[in-house]
Nanobody
Framework: QVQLVESGGGLVQAGGSLRLSCAASGRTFSSTAMGWFRQTPGKEREFVAAINWSGVTSYEDSVKGRFTISRDNAKNTVYLQMNSLKPEDTAVYYC?????????????????WGQGTQVTVSS
């Protein structure tokens, strides 16, 4: 099992930037695929971005060109750099870990989840 702790959320104006971090512990991080998902009240959790064990990435269409997922295996941390933020990006953001290391966009593919961090973008 992997323990995940997100940080970096907050309130930002439209057009601004935030960087989310997710610190992992409990399993070999370098072989784990990581994902970011988000959820707003009354809606299902949706895929945002993912990175596999070797650094290959995948993005949801609405964040392509604005968000960047990256990982630092030395720090057991995955990041989500979010630029040009829009009010519709407002959500609770969750990081997730997939122990087989393969890229995935479905939340059911992930084994462990963090508690989430709130991102609010004001217009």
């Amino acid at each position: 099992q992997v323990q995940l702790v997100e940080s970096g959320g907050g309130l930002v104006q439209a057009g601004g930037s935030l960087r989310l971090s997710c610190a992992a512990s409990g399993r070999t991080f370098s072989s784990t695929a990581m994902g970011w998902f988000r959820q707003t009240p009354g809606k299902e959790r949706e895929f945002v971005a993912a990175i596999n064990w070797s650094g290959v990435t995948s993005y949801e269409d609405s964040v392509k060109g604005r968000f960047t997922i990256s990982r630092d295996n030395a720090k057991n941390t995955v990041y989500l750099q979010m630029n040009s933020l829009k009010p519709e990006d407002t959500a609770v953001y969750y990081c997730a870990a997939r122990k087989n290391g393969l890229l995935a966009r479905s939340e059911t593919s992930y084994d462990d989840w963090g508690q989430g961090t709130q991102v609010t973008v004001s217009s």
